[in-house]
């Protein structure tokens, strides 16, 4: 038989749960006003090593005469997330479209990739390049959004993470 439990305490489990849902569920999917525009509302200012992979990702696209790629804030936090993920795991895997892309958009694609111990952050700019896959979501022209995320783990490889999207439709 299974153990019961007193009302007052499954009153409160019963609270705990419905208070985590409201934390987690609205993360989940952005709200309309941050979907509706490619930069999409910033919560925190990207690292320099964000940066970095924003301006690689913007010179090869700009020497293959596309033009420049802008980040979207929900994007860039949700890739950030799922880079440090990939630290966590110590693994390669992408996540289940529309890949972190809030509602509204048309199209998305994920890039992820790691340096290998001691590696530099540019080295996997580099070996995307080399990969006709990542290299054409790199230089796809219908992509409206970006979305990075680097993390380091504590041996110094770098796993990065880029989101692409369109939210033009």
């Known amino acids: 038989m299974a153990p019961v439990l007193p009302i007052p305490l ?7 749960l419905a208070a985590l849902l409201l934390i987690v569920v609205p993360a989940l999917d ?25 301006n690689d990702i ?7 005469g596309k033009r420049a790629i802008t980040t979207h804030g929900l994007m860039n936090q ?18 289940p479209p529309p890949f ?7 199209a998305a694609a994920e890039n992820v990739g790691r340096s290998g111990n001691g590696g530099r952050l540019g080295q996997v700019h ?21 979305g990075v995320g680097v993390a380091r783990d504590r041996l110094g490889e770098y796993f990065v993470v880029h989101a692409f999207a369109d939210f033009s439709c």
């Not at 952005?30 to 090593?49: D, E, V």
């Not at 995307?128 to 219908?142: E, T």
């Open 58 to 64: 913007n010179y090869s696209r700009r020497v293959k």
């Open 10 to 16: 499954v009153r409160l489990v019963a609270a705990a």
């Open 30 to 54: 952005a709200p309309a006003a941050a979907s509706a525009s490619a930069t999409g509302a910033t919560a925190r200012a990207m690292s320099p090593s964000q940066q970095r992979v924003v």
């Open 100 to 106: 972190g892309t809030p509602s509204g958009w048309c």
């Open 78 to 95: 949700r890739a950030q997330n799922w880079a440090q993920h990939l630290v966590n795991c110590q693994c390669l895997e992408h996540r």
């Open 126 to 146: 580099a070996a995307f390049m080399r990969s006709d896959g990542h290299r054409a979501n790199i230089l796809n022209s219908r992509w409206t959004a970006l």
